[in-house]
């Protein structure tokens, strides 16, 4: 038997393949494949889509059926007080109970591959010891660890995207904000990896660039192609996908979540992102946001870790177009960001009237929140 273990990176395109092979599971489980759920939820999905698969073809589905496996790496985070469930993942069982459902449903099915994606997952490479209880549930057999990775300055927006949707309070891109996440996961790759190759020195590693994955499709048709796995018949194509915010609206939701209630810029953050193309702003991947000096920074600092990605990817550096960290886009932030401004004061009159409009018509962007 076979384990693909994938996890991560954030922003590769992972809601749409775990929403796909949630939502085929039963097609995929028939042809050898197991992508296991871990709760009541997914274990009723997967019962449902035997008996009446046609219901939920293009359901949305719930998020502890569909990401099963962030649902185990944040309980497992969770349980030794290293991070946090969040509140979208609802009455999870705990993670021994998660591990010893995907042992038994390994048992019963015999697959001839078993399936873990989870971005979440990449977290566990700075915790080698929940990595070792993860291991102790696989089957015997060979082991796959994948991951896929963007050019440091195309993750950055999009995972500081994430943050501003989730009403996280962080700081700009072209201030604080790099050095923000310089420590973590989500500059340095490499510590994503290290408690993985740790725990798992026998796997096949497979690291991919954003730009392979993309030029082979997406993440769902990357995935399929360098397994061997066969795209069921009358497969359901995935129907979640994680579209990051307008970059032109940035600034506005980040002072929003700073300076308005929580459920204000909620109601805030959700009218923009819906309107956000209406506002006549340039093309969100037109725009910069960091600047000349911290492009050029990122790319002193992140050239040895794309060094050692290279390393373990067989080749002289992991990104082929690295140099273009230091590329500058055409349209600065600070200069759309009024124009974005205008455009949602507009919106707010008609659609938010009230705290949320009048928040718009004080909002300065030239000064700096308390």
């Not at 019963?108 to 070792?132: C, Y």
């Not at 690291?207 to 359901?236: D, H, Q, T």
């Not at 492009?295 to 177009?321: H, N, T, V, Y």
């Amino acid at each position: 038997m076979r384990t693909i273990l994938f996890i991560g990176h954030h922003k590769v395109g992972s809601t749409a393949l775990q929403d796909f092979l949630s939502r085929n599971g039963r097609a995929f489980l028939k042809s050898g494949l197991l992508y296991p759920p871990v709760e009541a939820e997914g274990q009723a999905l997967l019962l449902k889509s035997a008996l009446w698969p046609r219901r939920i073809r293009r359901k949305a589905l719930p998020i502890n059926a569909r990401e099963p496996h962030n649902a185990l790496a944040f309980q497992m985070l969770a349980e030794t007080k290293t991070g946090r469930v969040p509140p979208f993942h609802r009455n999870l069982p705990p993670s021994g109970q998660m591990l010893r459902t995907i042992e038994t449903l390994t048992e019963h099915h015999a697959p001839e591959t078993l399936v873990l994606a989870s971005e979440v997952m990449g977290r566990l490479g700075q915790k080698p010891d929940l990595i070792s209880r993860l291991r102790d549930s696989l089957p015997e057999g060979e082991i796959h660890l994948v991951a896929a990775f963007r050019r440091i300055d195309d993750h950055l927006p999009s995972w500081h995207s994430q943050r501003l949707k989730f009403g996280h309070k962080v700081p700009s891109l072209s201030g604080r904000g790099v050095e923000f996440y310089r420590k973590t996961i989500h500059f340095n790759y490499m510590s994503m990896l290290r408690g993985w190759l740790k725990v798992l020195p026998e796997a096949r590693l497979h690291l991919w660039s954003y730009g392979e994955v993309m030029a082979s499709g997406g993440l769902i048709e990357k995935f399929l192609g360098e397994f061997g796995i066969r795209r069921p018949w009358l497969a359901s194509d995935a129907t979640m996908t994680n579209p990051s915010l307008h970059r032109g609206i940035y600034e506005i939701v980040r002072r929003a979540n700073q300076e308005l209630p929580p459920e204000e810029a909620k109601r805030l953050r959700a009218l923009l992102s819906k309107s956000a193309d209406t506002l006549g702003l340039p093309a969100s991947r037109s725009i910069e946001l960091f600047g000349e000096p911290m492009r050029q920074q990122m790319l002193e600092e992140f050239a040895p870790i794309d060094a050692k990605l290279g390393e373990l990817a067989g080749r002289s550096g992991f990104f082929d177009d690295l140099n273009a960290v230091t590329r500058i886009l055409p349209h600065p932030e600070a200069k759309v960001a009024p124009q974005a401004l205008a455009g949602a004061r507009e919106l707010a009159h008609r659609r938010l009237p009230g705290p949320v409009a009048d928040y718009l018509d004080q909002l300065d962007l030239d000064s700096e929140p308390e």
